[in-house]
């Protein structure tokens, strides 16, 4: 390599260590920003701020850090005070104030930022410092998390809280439902103070307990064979019950000409009933007269028996007395004259289609 060319090379690392030099002197605020004036912010306490941060306002970098003390050497207690070099092309509103957001955990370094509040704009600070503004420390945390986020965040949290404590006394049912639980404690009472009560894990251990026994019978040959002959008797059931069906129906459309034919042998019988009606009272009245004169006969009749059985009169003059012989006569003509009417009126009955039972002596 020529002489001229080492020499090129050595210039551009040169220029280019000086433009990085530059670079890391303008992001770390070691180079001033033009002309600044001074702003005072007091606070209670700061950590991990030091001079030469940056200073920012709406996002946009208004200064540095100048100086870091206290508000009075003889009375820390006092707070800190912070001076703030703002560039003379900013003006600060007498309404904002200073917020540190300290650094997460410690680490890194704090973040330093003029906050304006909403409202109306107020008048610009004095530029000679006399005007302190308020300042305020948050963590990192509440940077991250707005104020409205996190109050969201301690109602939620209150309520699940709330939510568990009510949730605990179920929880506690929950368990005792699904505690584990011997079925010898739960089906022997003469254990006394041992003896538990059923849950849903006895439930599940009868449950499996019986699938298994449904299992076992269901596996068994005979049982197979036993449901095959039960299925087989089922479907010969339904063949015999579709024929019953077929039966049934048969039976009830003959009931139905059964029941047209029983219609008209009413009408029939109530026709006959109209005729012999007034045949059944005339009878009537000549068998109640000559039953009257019967049991006059009968009344008679043992009259004389007394009589007989007690030694008066003759079986000759009973015989011979004309009057007594004329009535049996007379009354024996008329009963079988009211039989043969009878039995007419029973034949008449039977050309009509009427089965009179018990009439068999009239025949």
Known sequence: MSEFRRNVMVGLFLVMGLVGLVWLAIMFGEIPMGKTYPIYAYFGNLSNVIEGDEVHMKGVRVGSVKKIGFRDEEHPEQGVQLELAIQNKWRIPRSAYVEVELAAMGFARSFVKIVIPPGPVATSLPTDGSVPLSGETISAFDAMFPPDVVATLQK??????????????????????????????????ELGAKRVSANLYTAAQRLDSALKHFNEILGDPNTKSNVRVAIQNMREMSEQGKLVMADIKEVARRAKFVAEDTQEVVGKVNKLADKTSTRVEEISRVIIDDAEKLGKFFDHLDAVGRNMAEGKGTAGKFLNDPELYDAMVLTMKRLQLAVEDLNGLVKDWQREGVNVKGMGMFK
């Open 156 to 189: 939620a949290s209150s309520q699940i809280g709330g939510l568990a404590e009510a949730l605990t006394p179920v929880a506690d049912d929950l368990h005792a439902l699904l505690k584990p639980t011997d079925l010898e404690l739960l089906d022997h009472p």
